[in-house]
């Protein structure tokens, strides 16, 4: 027997039992059973929320159609959520670099399986720290990828109103911290030199570096300027996301002044970009092969600068700023370390583009008109 209105309970399985009305027995026989759940408390929902279905399909005097019982009750059950279909849609509506969180959900599906969302466990996330450590991962990495992983789960109980604990939450790494190496900077000096020899080649390889140290974009976010990207009236890039290259995050989308160098080398590089792309050697397959121009500006910067790399210009000009008291918050303005996404001058919040100028401005190399 079972407590639950119309509800039978059979070696542990809750059955739908209920007598059916004269006027609809020509469609559904004298009686309805059928399985519902095992679980009690679905049981009671689903017996509940069939009832109000037949009985609104038995309201009339008549019966004209019937209700499929075994569709109604599956459309009760709530939906599997596999985590790589989450990821993607995920990944799609941020329009973030997919890289990272795509490394991480990988690594992560070979270890625990792709599965519901709702059945990862804590001993999951941290198998996922346990093989990244014995892999050499440094710990910078191994908080990269559970930070990535932490948020497509979010994502997911937010989407399925999902009451559960988020396994990645507050999980410790040991030595976290400690392993930190410290990326080399650029001195003036290195920069000078570097910028003069670009700006006397021509080479468009080379001309990234005043590009990337003068505005402290990612490597990525030059390479994949759209030509309607610059704005050489104004002197001013758009950093935005399109087809071909997505940015790391939503505090990525910006627009930067171009300053001295940069300026001259924009110039230059735009006399040998295309109508579509500054840099359409890197967009051949349709997607922006940042990883092929990293290659080619590392080989020349490696062996002229002591092993300094195209990210160093990025952090190096962190540290220019830092040393001219520039605010904290306009530095991750400036290079979009932090979610100022959808900040601009015309909303009143923020930096404007004036004040950012001004700061570059101060920090800038001597370039040779002045």
């Not at 450590?133 to 990495?141: D, I």
């Not at 003036?188 to 080479?203: I, P, R």
């Given at each position: 027997?079972?407590?639950?209105?119309?509800?039978?309970?059979?070696?542990?399985?809750?059955?739908?039992?209920?007598?059916?009305?004269?006027?609809?027995?020509?469609?559904?026989?004298?009686?309805?059973?059928?399985?519902?759940?095992?679980?009690?408390?679905?049981?009671?929902?689903?017996?509940?929320?069939?009832?109000?279905?037949?009985?609104?399909?038995?309201?009339?005097?008549?019966?004209?159609?019937?209700?499929?019982?075994?569709?109604?009750?599956?459309?009760?059950?709530?939906?599997?959520?596999?985590?790589?279909?989450?990821?993607?849609?995920?990944i799609s509506l941020k329009q973030i670099d997919e890289k990272s969180p795509r490394s991480a959900l990988a690594t992560f599906i070979s270890l625990a399986g792709d599965?519901?969302?709702?059945?990862?466990?804590?001993?999951?996330?941290?198998?996922?720290?346990?093989?990244?450590?014995?892999?050499?991962?440094?710990?910078?990495?191994?908080?990269?990828?559970?930070?990535?992983?932490?948020?497509?789960?979010?994502?997911?109980?937010?989407?399925?109103?999902?009451?559960?604990?988020?396994?990645?939450?507050?999980?410790?790494?040991?030595?976290?911290?400690?392993?930190?190496f410290k990326r080399g900077t650029f001195s003036k000096e290195q920069l000078k030199a570097g910028y003069d020899k670009a700006l006397a080649s021509g080479s468009t390889?080379?001309?990234?570096?005043?590009?990337?140290?003068?505005?402290?974009?990612?490597?990525?976010?030059?390479?994949?300027?759209?030509?309607?990207?610059?704005?050489?009236?104004?002197?001013?890039?758009?950093?935005?996301?399109?087809?071909?290259?997505?940015?790391?995050?939503?505090?990525?989308?910006?627009?930067?002044?171009?300053?001295?160098?940069?300026?001259?080398?924009?110039?230059?590089?735009?006399?040998?970009?295309?109508?579509?792309?500054?840099?359409?050697?890197?967009?051949?397959?349709?997607?922006?092969?940042?990883?092929?121009?990293?290659?080619?500006?590392?080989?020349?910067?490696?062996?002229?600068?002591?092993?300094?790399?195209?990210?160093?210009?990025?952090?190096?000009?962190?540290?220019?700023?830092?040393?001219?008291?520039?605010?904290?918050?306009?530095?991750?303005?400036?290079?979009?370390?932090?979610?100022?996404?959808?900040?601009?001058?015309?909303?009143?919040?923020?930096?404007?583009?004036?004040?950012?100028?001004?700061?570059?401005?101060?920090?800038?190399?001597?370039?040779?008109?002045?």
């Amino acid at each position: 027997m079972s407590h639950i209105q119309y509800t039978i309970c059979r070696s542990g399985s809750y059955y739908y039992n209920r007598r059916v009305p004269k006027h609809a027995v020509q469609y559904y026989g004298q009686f309805i059973r059928c399985i519902l759940s095992t679980d009690i408390y679905e049981a009671e929902a689903y017996a509940e929320r069939l009832s109000d279905v037949l009985e609104g399909s038995w309201s009339g005097s008549s019966v004209n159609y019937k209700v499929d019982i075994p569709a109604i009750i599956n459309s009760f059950k709530p939906t599997s959520y596999i985590l790589s279909d989450m990821a993607e849609e995920y990944i799609s509506l941020k329009q973030i670099d997919e890289k990272s969180p795509r490394s991480a959900l990988a690594t992560f599906i070979s270890l625990a399986g792709d599965r519901d969302v709702s059945l990862y466990s804590r001993e999951d996330a941290k198998l996922l720290i346990h093989h990244l450590e014995l892999k050499g991962n440094k710990t910078t990495t191994i908080r990269r990828r559970i930070n990535s992983l932490s948020a497509i789960l979010n994502y997911a109980y937010s989407e399925l109103d999902l009451d559960k604990r988020n396994p990645f939450t507050r999980l410790f790494i040991r030595n976290e911290g400690h392993d930190v190496f410290k990326r080399g900077t650029f001195s003036k000096e290195q920069l000078k030199a570097g910028y003069d020899k670009a700006l006397a080649s021509g080479s468009t390889v080379k001309l990234l570096m005043p590009l990337l140290g003068e505005t402290g974009c990612r490597l990525s976010e030059i390479v994949g300027l759209r030509i309607e990207d610059i704005d050489m009236d104004n002197d001013l890039i758009h950093i935005r996301p399109n087809a071909a290259r997505r940015l790391k995050t939503r505090g990525s989308e910006r627009t930067l002044p171009l300053v001295g160098c940069a300026r001259l080398a924009m110039l230059q590089a735009l006399s040998q970009a295309n109508e579509e792309w500054l840099y359409p050697r890197y967009m051949k397959t349709g997607k922006c092969n940042a990883n092929s121009a990293s290659v080619s500006i590392n080989k020349w910067l490696k062996r002229d600068f002591d092993g300094l790399t195209a990210h160093c210009l990025r952090h190096t000009l962190r540290d220019r700023l830092r040393a001219v008291e520039c605010p904290m918050d306009m530095i991750d303005q400036i290079g979009g370390w932090k979610s100022v996404a959808g900040i601009g001058v015309s909303y009143g919040r923020g930096y404007g583009l004036e004040q950012q100028k001004r700061w570059i401005e101060m920090i800038k190399v001597n370039d040779k008109d002045g």
